[in-house]
């Protein structure tokens, strides 16, 4: 009985603080801070500085990733396919949030995988938008706009699909 109260009493305050954390004022939304999204310049792993702003007249995914997640790398393919198809259209940004990889991670994988993607780190980004599930992408039209956001995969096929569809219908 006394394992549970002192159980029950140190267990009440972490589930407290985890809520409050879980709320806090720091986050920002996709929709309302598009222009900021846009101009945050990230660190890429292999050099340089980037932002989805550079890439304006193109198609930019912003995806979030680790090298551990398998629905993350289902759609790299995809990706990868779209890029060989439309070169002067669309630019990944692999993002990573910086959950478990190191930049030594990144770099080995990006070492060990043919992608034409830039691998960006995005930790500050992805705790001021929330993000807790990966893969988490952001696609920006050609022309700055918010194309969609969200979490999830629908295969390599469907995510080159989709990327084909925006292709078509801004050029």
């Known amino acids: 009985m006394k394992n549970r109260i002192l159980v029950s009493v140190m267990l009440i305050p972490a589930i407290m603080f985890f809520l409050a954390s ?19 310049r990230f660190s890429s792993f292999l050099g340089g500085r980037h932002s989805i702003a550079d890439f304006e007249g193109k198609i930019v995914v912003l995806d979030f990733w680790e090298t551990w997640c398998t629905p993350c790398l289902i759609t790299f ?8 198809d439309f070169p002067d259209k669309i630019v990944v940004l692999a993002a990573t949030p910086g959950w478990s990889n190191s ?11 043919d992608y034409d993607f830039i691998y960006v780190e ?10 807790r599930a990966i893969p988490y992408k952001i696609i920006i039209a050609p022309d700055g706009s918010l194309v969609s956001h969200g979490s999830g995969t629908r295969g390599a096929d469907a995510e080159y699909q989709a990327l084909a569809n925006l292709v078509e219908k801004y050029f």
């Open 77 to 84: 393919p995809g990706f990868q396919r779209a890029i060989d």
């Open 22 to 40: 879980c709320g806090s004022s720091n986050r920002i939304t996709v929709e309302d801070n598009l222009e900021e999204i846009v101009n945050t």
């Open 122 to 131: 995005a930790g500050r980004l992805s705790r001021q938008l929330g993000i």
């Open 103 to 113: 930049a030594e991670d990144v770099r080995k994988f990006a070492a060990e995988h």
